[in-house]
């Protein structure tokens, strides 16, 4: 596959075709073709800076209410290795990359770590042939499916987090969170806090500070919608 043919199935649009070849040429293929004099690392550094900016920009406009914490347990998801790699199989990166023949024949095309590198240096090789708005353009959608799944390891996050993940994921929608009523004396104060998602979903919880009582809202809000999948349409 050349890299033209590479771009054009994985909906590219290079000016500069160069690009694209120097990001497909592994170190391995270098050391057996002595006359291409520029393997693909210096790419894969510039693109993982851009990917690591990008995660962290997308997320923070479309989770505005996550912490700097939850925000950076995300991103770290997002750039992984293995979803890294996953990004590049979704594209057939594996059967394009410039392979020496002792990488090839070790199974390098379907190697994780190696996977990972060379989409970083893809996303390189497009932030300098047509600047950091492509890059973006190419990858906003790649995080808004991969982030879904984050939906499936609740370690990553909190009943919040997870229930604004689901609802602008499905509806399109940033949960609203109100104080209904605060109840008993100053020194054992609880509120109730009510959630609502749009139209479909609306829970309460309670707790000892405001933080608390959202958090079981959203918990109880997120069994609501996990039991009740008419809600997402």
């Known amino acids: 596959m050349t890299p033209e043919e590479f771009a054009r199935q994985a909906g590219l649009q290079f000016n500069d075709f160069q690009l694209v070849?120097?990001?497909?040429?592994?170190?391995s293929y270098i050391n057996e073709n002595p006359d291409v004099l520029e393997d693909n690392e210096r790419l894969e550094f510039l693109g993982d800076a851009a990917l690591d900016f990008l995660s962290a920009a997308w997320l923070y406009k479309h989770f505005p209410e996550m912490d700097e914490g939850q925000l950076t347990r995300l991103r770290s998801s997002l750039v992984r290795t293995e979803q890294l790699a996953e990004f590049a199989e979704q594209i057939q990166l594996g059967e394009a990359v410039l392979l020496g023949r002792g990488e090839e024949a070790s199974g390098g095309r379907e190697r994780e770590a190696l996977l990972c590198d060379v989409f970083e240096s893809l996303i390189g090789a497009l932030y300098m042939d047509s600047g950091i708005e492509s890059v973006a353009r190419f990858l906003e959608p790649r995080f808004s499916q991969a982030v879904e799944r984050v939906m499936q390891d609740e370690s990553l996050l909190d009943a919040r987090s997870l229930l604004q993940i689901w609802a602008q994921a499905k509806l399109g929608e940033t949960p609203r969170y109100r104080t209904v009523e605060a109840i008993g004396p100053?020194?054992?104060?609880?509120?109730?806090?009510?959630?609502?998602?749009?139209?479909?979903?609306?829970a309460r919880g309670v707790g000892r500070s405001k933080q608390e009582a959202a958090q079981a809202a959203a918990s109880s809000a997120l069994s609501t919608v996990r039991t009740r999948p008419d809600l997402a349409q």
């Open 21 to 27: 070849r120097r990001a497909l040429t592994h170190s």
């Open 186 to 202: 100053d020194h054992a104060r609880e509120f109730v806090v009510e959630v609502t998602i749009g139209r479909s979903a609306s």
